[in-house]
């Protein structure tokens, strides 16, 4: 596996063959795994990204202390069979007087883009940069980000980027709760409760295939659930699971999506339950 730390070298390494991409900030677990696997399997070769992108990051947000781990993430990516990782840093991905965004207006306003407003327009402009500097064949996404892959399926799809969008399954640890770098934070205590998003959603699963259709009840349930667990709720809503317009009766694909902070950790998770 090689390592490539600058556009040019990445450019001079991509040939013309069929190519898979996996973006990440590193911290690398198996839910990362699970993409790299996944585009190994279905590409020639397979080149991983890891790069912490400051411009999605809010001033108060976690930038500075985003847990950075670059051999064990080496070491997976080899494992999992990527044949190269791309390591840029922020000087080569923002030079001097850098000032041009890519925005997907609407979608990035709610859920997480309510809390984290810059967030989406962060992800879209690194991730456009990445597709652009990689050229890939295929790109793969976590379902674990939802709104995030809504977002960037619409940008494939609005500014005619030739590559196929690839969304991958939520890894979860056995207990249910979803992998992400962030769960590096929690304390013991944090991360017995960091369960709590998991529980709330699988539940509402349950009520949903019991018949429930109304989202103001599956709602209510979950908040009840979160509050048992979380220390503060940042949302719990059931939105149509292509256009993020909230619901009330659930007659189509609906994401029921979660964000909760354990302690000073701020966690995301969803399910979708379609009739
Ligand atoms: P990140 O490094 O957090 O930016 O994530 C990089 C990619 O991995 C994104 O497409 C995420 O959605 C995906 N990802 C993160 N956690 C998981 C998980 N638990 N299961 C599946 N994909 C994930």
């Known amino acids: ?26 911290a690398l677990h198996e ?3 699970s993409l790299v696997r996944r585009s190994a399997a279905e590409n020639a070769r397979t080149l991983v990204s890891i790069f912490v992108n ?15 781990t670059l051999e064990a993430d080496l070491k997976l990516c080899e494992q999992a069979g990527a044949s190269a990782v791309f390591t840029p840093n922020n000087e080569m991905m923002y030079p001097p007087g850098f000032c041009s965004w890519v925005t997907v207006e609407g979608l990035g306003d709610r859920l997480c883009g309510a809390s984290r407003p810059g967030h989406f327009k962060g992800v879209t402009t690194v991730v456009s940069k990445l597709f652009h500097i990689v050229e890939p064949t ?15 399926r619409r940008m494939v799809r609005d500014l005619d980027m030739p590559l196929e969008l690839i969304v991958c399954p939520i890894v979860r640890e056995p207990d249910g709760l979803a992998m992400s770098s962030r769960n590096r934070y929690l304390s013991e205590d944090e991360r017995r409760r960091a369960v709590g998003l998991s529980k709330a959603l699988f ?12 989202a103001a009840v599956l709602r209510g349930q979950l908040i009840i659930t979160l509050d048992e ?13 292509d256009s ?6 659930i007659a189509g694909p ?18 979708i339950v379609a009739p």
Do not use: C
């Open 138 to 152: 295929r790109a793969y996404f976590g379902q674990k980000d939802a709104q995030q892959a809504l977002i960037l």
């Open 1 to 26: 596996m090689e390592t490539l730390q600058s556009i040019e070298a990445v450019r001079a390494w991509r040939g013309s063959g069929e190519l898979g991409f996996v973006p990440t900030m590193g």
């Open 229 to 241: 667990y979380v220390d503060k709720l940042d949302y719990a809503e059931l939105v149509d699971a």
């Open 244 to 249: 993020l317009q909230p619901v009330t009766e």
């Open 31 to 33: 839910g990362h795994a």
């Open 203 to 214: 539940e509402a699963q349950r009520l949903f295939k019991a018949g429930t259709r109304t």
């Open 54 to 68: 400051p411009t999605q990051f809010g001033p108060n947000e976690d930038l500075a202390k985003y847990p950075r």
């Open 254 to 271: 609906t994401l029921i999506a979660v964000a909760a902070w354990v302690g000073g950790t701020r966690l995301i998770d969803n399910v």
